[in-house]
């Protein structure tokens, strides 16, 4: 017993050293550690501190303007400034509401749009928090609420509201009278303070950035110091002074919503892009976009590891986009699509009914000598809005099937093959092939020549080329009877087309081109078919790219919209110089020779000027331009409920001056009704096309005179 | 006789001034509005922390004195009440609705009443202490003689007194409040002079099962969640085994902290000069902002201060022993509160223990912890001048 007691007294005393032994060496061991990341490692983390980092901040540019050929602007940016918040971290509604009420002294935000966004909720809230007094009173009626109400509100006790559901109420027992009780300049207030609202603390939110006018930007930026949180800032935006014209091939860009386009991201990215840049989206904006986006500026900043920037260096120089000068003559293109649409608006009121799937016209003009495109119009007319509007691209999109414009190389074609030679003639009678209903020209013609086929359009002729290209030699064919046919011509017949552009690409410079619809099937009817343009479809611009090559010797020539690149500089009056030119580039020489050609060119001048020519009777004659060209009307069709509608495509080719051409042009009017007497609108289109041509540059000329007079 | 009654007057006054534990409050008051001001200057809250701090400071004077007007006896008889009731709000924490007890990352722990928000599990692990020691004293009067079956009988009684709260606090959940305890109630079982053998056999078993757990919390962290052991915790279990397997976000705090203490090397960085923002700076990481402010030397005086606290508790417990085992109870599970609260905190700090959310007693801010520490130290000092007053009478 006593020995256990002694033990027990003892146990304490022991077991207490033995923990406080424990403290003392847990203390150590803190101490020891203490020392190690203090002292030992102590410069380390000092270091790190101190440890700065860089970042590099690129500041996007203004993007390329776009002139036309005379100079004039056609894309400009317009600078759009806008006015954001960034609020500090903890701010009250009581600070919103004074930089809501310094703004709306320095910038109007009173427009129609801005203003019914108000609430009943907002007003109450600007009278509650606008003055301490209102406060008081409005807190005080909370705590008085009756019981009746409280009870309404399912509660007790008023402290039993959430603070959220308490202020609601506050707001709620704020009477109309009160809050309704505002000037317009603070319902202005009201209406910053709700875009002020809207952002998150240490984030930028744009407060007005439509319609910001310098002025309202200047009164901001001056102001600063004392509207904390609040930034002006300057972005810019495209704008077109030539409004819609052309627009369709200018394209367009992205906005910075959309940023770079999500299925080309590492293309973008790679080149330097940041996800927010906008970008060419279509059109030349898309074609030229490395030319047009310039350089950005890229700043370093030298940062400490908490954020305090200790240095800033400009690494690269920002360099707005550079600019670019069209082909395209804009008084002239403006002209030119005032005509086509005049003339297709005059060929739809002719018989609307008839017309009802003649929607388009589309007018291609070039400088045949240097590819140089001087006006690109294409007209469509929506029938439910009965308007007409620009539809440019359509040139480039829409393929149709040309008629006898092509006969030009139909012509070639049987030159180069040897199966017709100058001067060969035919009796221009319909061929019937066995099993293929029987073909002929638009009249019977008697005997023609290679100079008549082309200026009376013989299909016969073209079809005796086919024919022969085709194995079959028969002369006359024996109507009723099977044609032999080996289908290695019509691969040889494409080949020689496409020496023209058509059905191959014309390597214009712009994102997307149409190269038509070759037909799936051969056979000596449907080859036939081909040699007066009624099988396979062609564009607009390919067109034009074959009437050039004829008025330009055989030479083929890449056609452009873009004339030159020039180096950006700060004046707005004027271009900078020239970073560089592009060059006529001849993409191949038709295989013909020189005499062939000048037999075909001779065709093409007697359409207009022979009296027997199928454009005779338009007036051709008569221009002191000389022009040449070549008709064209080809079968197409629309189905009703399954009922075929026979239409037509009218087509025309043409260049002048004859013997030194400089302008070529091709016009198609797809589907247009079978009118009698119909208007005839390619010839009407063709000839306002190259009078106008003329006229403009008879007085640019002038003009030139004059200047230079002037400076003697 | 007048002279003497003046004497008796200015002693009665004197046992309740003890100096050495009103300096070292005095102190660590200092300490801890100096580092809570260097904190604020990182100006990463709007709130004036120094002077609320002041005012839980005040306030928790005013309940060490409050304290001193109850005698060892009556704490004595209030224990079991004061435990039940400390039981009672933790339950009462857990079935509250959200409006009053917000779940704040993951964890119901607070109440939120309009100005101010309670922390009950603070307040708890005094009155746990209290009644633990409490038991025991009443265990001791009951069997003078110890055997092994009454010491497993005490050992059983300490076991259940403990784990009531540690259990509600599990389902907050709060991991590191509950290691608190558990801590607390094995330091005061090994003083409770239960025989080594079943303090032996249950060291064994409890080691056995936390190295299971770990192991498996570490083996397979997606089942822990499954069990409901909340995502934060098994982070932070895992960042302290494998610091490489670290998420981004649950070490950028403690970098930012650790790399701030480092920083300071050994002469600090002086007032006002802190370079590294990062959060809970006046809360749980204050170490850091002294480390960086004051250096090794006063990083080194601040753990020396808390060195000094627990040898004062220490040689008050065994002195007290003799009178009142009761007393000197309360001073061991209050150093053992002290103990693990500022050997977890710092060491989180220097990157030797696991990143928990406990307060460096005396030091962080807030109002729960200054209040229930102050509680706390209310009743040492009690038992402090308690003992005074034997030792007087003993000399007479």
């Known amino acids: 017993m006593v020995k256990r007691n002694k033990k027990k007294r003892a146990q304490l005393p022991f077991r207490i050293n033995i923990v406080f032994f424990v403290v003392f060496l847990l203390f150590s061991v803190l101490i020891m550690q203490l020392g190690v990341v203090q002292i030992l490692q102590g410069q380390d983390h000092q270091d790190e501190i101190e440890r700065t980092i860089q970042d590099t901040t690129k500041i996007p540019v203004p993007r390329g303007k776009i002139y036309d050929s005379n100079h004039e602007v056609i894309v400009d940016n317009k600078p759009l400034y806008s006015i954001t918040y960034t609020p500090a971290k903890g701010t009250q509604a009581e600070d919103r509401l004074d930089v809501a009420e310094d703004l709306a002294e320095l910038i109007s935000m009173d427009s129609e749009d801005d203003l019914k966004g108000i609430t009943e909720r907002d007003k109450r809230e600007y009278w509650y928090i606008k003055d301490e007094e209102n406060k008081d009173k409005a807190d005080e009626r909370l705590e008085q609420l009756d019981d009746e109400k409280l009870e309404e509100l399912g509660v007790e006790d008023i402290n039993e509201l959430s603070n959220a559901e308490a202020y609601s109420q506050t707001l709620e027992l704020i009477t109309e009278e009160e809050y309704e009780d505002v000037t317009e300049q603070d319902l202005e207030i009201i209406a910053i303070k709700k875009e002020l609202d809207k952002a998150y603390s240490l984030t930028p939110q744009i407060i007005k950035n439509e319609d910001v006018t310098p002025e309202e930007y200047a009164r901001v930026a001056e102001n600063l110091d004392r509207l904390p949180g609040v930034n002006a800032t300057t972005d810019w935006d495209r704008e077109y002074p030539y ?45 030229y976009e490395d030319l047009l986006r310039g350089r950005k500026e890229q700043i370093q900043y030298t940062t400490t590891k908490n954020g305090t920037v200790v240095g800033t260096e400009t690494v690269v120089e920002g360099e707005r986009g550079k600019d670019l000068v069209l082909t395209i003559d804009m008084e002239f293109q403006e002209e030119v699509d005032k005509i086509v649409r005049e003339e297709l608006e005059t060929l739809i009121r002719e018989d609307p009914y008839q017309h009802r799937y003649a929607n388009d016209a589309l007018a291609v003009v070039i400088d045949p000598r240097t590819g140089e495109l001087l006006a690109v119009s294409g007209q469509t007319y929506d029938r439910e809005d009965e308007e007409i509007s620009n539809a440019e691209f359509k040139t480039l999109y829409d393929a149709h099937r040309p008629g006898s414009i092509v006969k030009g190389a139909t012509m070639l074609a049987g030159y180069e093959s040897r199966v017709i030679s100058p001067g060969s003639s035919f009796y221009d009678r319909p061929i019937e092939i066995a099993g293929t209903p029987s073909k002929g020209s638009w009249t019977q013609l008697g005997t023609v020549n290679d100079y008549t086929a082309l200026s009376r359009s013989s299909n016969v002729y073209m079809f005796y080329i086919a024919l022969k290209m085709g194995g079959e030699n028969r002369y006359p064919f024996p109507n009723g009877s099977k044609a032999s046919f080996n289908p290695a011509a019509f691969q040889e017949m494409r080949n020689y087309f496409q020496q023209f552009g058509l059905g191959a690409s014309t390597g214009i410079d712009f994102p997307f081109e149409s190269t038509g619809y070759e037909g799936p099937d051969v056979g000596p009817g449907l080859l036939m078919d081909f040699a007066i343009g009624q099988y396979d479809t062609f564009t607009a611009m390919q067109m034009a790219q074959y009437v050039a090559t004829i008025a330009n010797d055989g030479y083929r020539i890449r056609p452009h919209f873009l004339k030159e690149v020039r180096n950006p500089i700060a004046s707005d009056e004027e271009l900078g110089s020239v970073y560089r030119s592009v060059n006529t580039e001849v993409l191949n020489r038709i295989q013909m020779d020189q005499s062939y050609i000048e037999r075909v060119q001779e065709g093409f001048r007697r359409v207009f000027h022979e009296p027997r020519g199928t454009g005779y009777n338009h007036g051709w004659n008569e221009k002191d331009y000389n022009p040449a060209g070549k008709t064209g009307t080809a079968e197409d069709e629309e189905f009703e409920d399954g009922r075929k509608i026979d239409l037509e495509n009218l087509s025309l080719v043409g260049y002048a001056p004859y013997d030194e051409p400089e302008v070529a042009f091709a016009v198609i009017v797809p589907k247009t009704g079978k009118v009698s007497n119909r208007h005839p609108v390619t010839h009407e289109m063709g000839k306002r096309i190259l009078d106008t041509y003329f006229e403009i540059k008879e007085e640019r000329d002038e003009e030139a005179q004059e200047e230079n007079s002037d400076q003697d | ?164 709260p540690v259990l509600l606090i599990m389902r907050q959940p709060d991991f590191g409040t509950a290691m608190v305890y558990l801590f607390i109630a094995g330091m005061i079982i090994i003083l409770s002079g239960i025989d080594w053998k079943i303090i032996g056999a249950l060291i064994v078993g409890i080691s056995g099962i936390i190295a299971a757990a770990l192991g498996f919390i570490i083996r397979f962290p997606e089942l822990a969640q499954e069990l409901g052991i909340a995502g934060y915790q098994v982070d932070r279990i895992l960042t302290w085994f494998d610091p490489s397997q670290q998420s981004s976000d649950a070490t950028f705090h403690f970098d930012r902290a650790y790399m701030a203490l480092g920083s300071g090397q050994l002469f600090g960085k002086g007032m006002g000069n802190l370079q590294v923002p990062f959060p809970e700076a006046h809360t749980d990481f204050i170490f850091s902002v002294i480390g960086e402010s004051f250096g090794f030397i006063g990083s080194a005086v601040v753990i020396f201060l808390y060195f000094m606290l627990l040898y004062k508790l220490v040689t008050l417990g065994l002195n007290v022993y003799k009178h009142s085992p009761f007393a000197a109870y309360i001073s061991f599970g209050f150093l053992s509160l002290l103990l693990i609260h500022v050997f977890q905190n710092i060491g989180m700090t220097l990157g030797i223990m696991p990143v928990t959310g406990i307060p460096l007693l005396l030091i962080s801010y807030g109002g729960s ?24 009478y003993l000399f007479k």
């Open chain 2, 369 to 392: 912890s200054v209040l229930s520490t102050m509680i706390g130290f209310g009743l040492v000092y009690r038992v402090a001048v308690e003992h005074t007053i034997q030792n007087d």
């Open chain 2, 1 to 164: 006789m007048i002279e003497n009654g003046d004497i008796a007057m200015s002693k009665k006054q004197s046992y309740y001034i003890q100096n050495d534990f009103i300096v070292l409050f005095i102190l660590f008051v200092c300490v801890s509005l100096l580092a809570i001001y260097n904190a604020q200057q990182l100006e990463q809250y709007d709130a004036n922390f120094v002077l609320q701090q002041i005012v839980w400071f005040t306030l928790g004077a005013g309940i060490v004195a409050a304290i001193q007007f109850f005698d060892m006896d009556q704490l004595y008889k209030a224990s079991p009440y004061i435990y039940w009731f400390g039981v009672l709000i933790l339950a009462v924490l857990l079935i509250s609705p959200e409006s009053i007890a917000r779940t704040v990352n993951g964890a119901k722990s607070w109440f939120h009443l309009p100005g101010f928000s309670i922390q009950p599990a603070e307040f708890a692990k005094i009155s746990t202490i209290l009644f633990l020691a409490a038991t025991i004293n009443k265990h001791k009067i009951k069997y003078e003689i110890s055997s092994i079956k009454t010491d497993t009988y005490l050992l059983a009684k300490l076991i259940v007194i403990t784990m009531i």
């Open chain 1, 243 to 287: 409004g819609n014209t052309f627009k369709s091939l200018l394209g367009s860009i992205t906005t910075q919503e959309q940023g770079i386009p999500k299925d080309a991201e590492q293309h973008y990215l790679s080149r330097g892009y940041s996800r927010n840049d906008r970008v060419g989206r279509s059109g030349l904006e898309e074609h």
